[in-house]
């Protein structure tokens, strides 16, 4: 496994990273396809052997279950200071005022609550989920600030959002001497590249780095045109992202063209053309399967040529940018 430097900062990461939304008790009501402790914690062991130590969560994640299941793993497999820790907020979590968004009430209630289930006393990389238009980005920038400086947070980092929205934010940072982000946690796949014309620039400017989620479109790239998986036909989040469409087919059949080419499997093609952007450190690999994190380490060390990078590019059309 190779590791990166997260944008400009020192902080240095796997260049695959465990995405955790996966891992939590169906019960809880958030996802029916999630795998609870007992089917979950073998991936964390798995990661470790493959060398990604950048394991990424929610606060929101199966309502707090999936960061409970992390905590478990890091303490059954590993030291706390050899694993990268992400986590998020601001995703409505239950009913008080400080159960969602970004004021200093939510900021301060909702990363104790996290590192009670994590059972850790700091968190390395400590992410707004989205973008708050109901609190000022002073309050919200500074409250994540205070949280680096009384030790509960390392660094910070951002989801989903306008340029404009994350370009403002860290504006206020600089203004006011306070701590910058220094990721960015947002959609790109070969199924969704509006962040080439949105954010990539920006990023690239300022020395943020990218941590791409749904990298592999759902697993819309990871297998034929037309093909469901269990997962796929009961995943209302994923398909609200990515329904089948016919201006999708080419992109995907080029996938699999060039992974029958290499006799290698498409999930591999499609992340390692994601790795190929150089504003990208580590996209986020969700895995229920345990060949989906050895297909993703293999993907990192995959180099494609010019002539495949072209036939995968060539039949995308823009859309509309979305998931903010």
Not at 141 to 166: N, T
């Amino acid at each position: 496994m190779e590791y990166t430097r997260l944008g400009r900062s020192g902080l240095r990461v796997s260049r695959i990273a465990l995405g955790c939304m996966s891992f939590g008790d169906p019960a809880t009501g958030f996802q029916k396809w999630t795998l609870p402790q007992d089917e979950a914690l073998p991936y964390f062991r798995q990661a470790l052997d493959l060398g990604i130590t950048f394991w990424d969560t929610a606060n929101v994640y199966s309502y707090g279950d999936s960061e409970r299941i992390v905590g478990e793993a890091l303490r059954r497999f590993t030291h706390r200071d050899e694993i990268v820790l992400a986590t998020k907020l601001f995703i409505k979590v239950g009913e008080g005022p400080g159960d969602s968004g970004l004021s200093r009430k939510a900021i301060m209630q909702q990363v104790d609550a996290s590192l009670s289930r994590l059972g850790t006393d700091y968190i390395d990389l400590y992410q707004i989920h989205r973008f708050d238009p109901n609190t000022p980005v002073e309050e919200t920038m500074e409250a994540l600030h205070d949280l680096v400086k009384a030790g509960k947070v390392r660094y910070i980092g951002a989801s989903a959002m306008w340029a404009w929205q994350f370009a403002k934010m860290q504006t206020a940072a600089d203004v006011h001497g306070w701590t910058r982000f220094i990721s960015m946690q947002d959609q790109y796949s070969l199924l969704y590249r509006e962040e080439e014309r949105e954010m990539f620039g920006l990023l690239a400017d300022q020395g943020v780095g990218s941590i791409p989620y749904s990298p592999l479109a759902k697993g819309r790239v990871a297998r034929p045109s037309g093909e469901q998986t269990k997962r796929s036909s009961d995943d209302p989040v994923g398909n609200a992202f990515f329904a089948d469409t016919e201006r999708d087919r080419p992109v995907i059949d080029a996938v699999e063209q060039v992974a029958t080419a290499r006799d290698v499997p498409m999930a591999q093609v499609a992340l390692a053309w994601v790795l190929t952007n150089p504003v990208v450190a580590a996209p986020i690999i969700g895995a229920t399967k345990p060949h989906h994190l050895v297909d993703a380490a293999v993907a990192a060390e995959l180099t494609l040529t010019p002539e495949e990078l072209t036939a995968l590019e060539e039949h995308y059309t823009v859309r509309v940018a979305g998931g903010f």
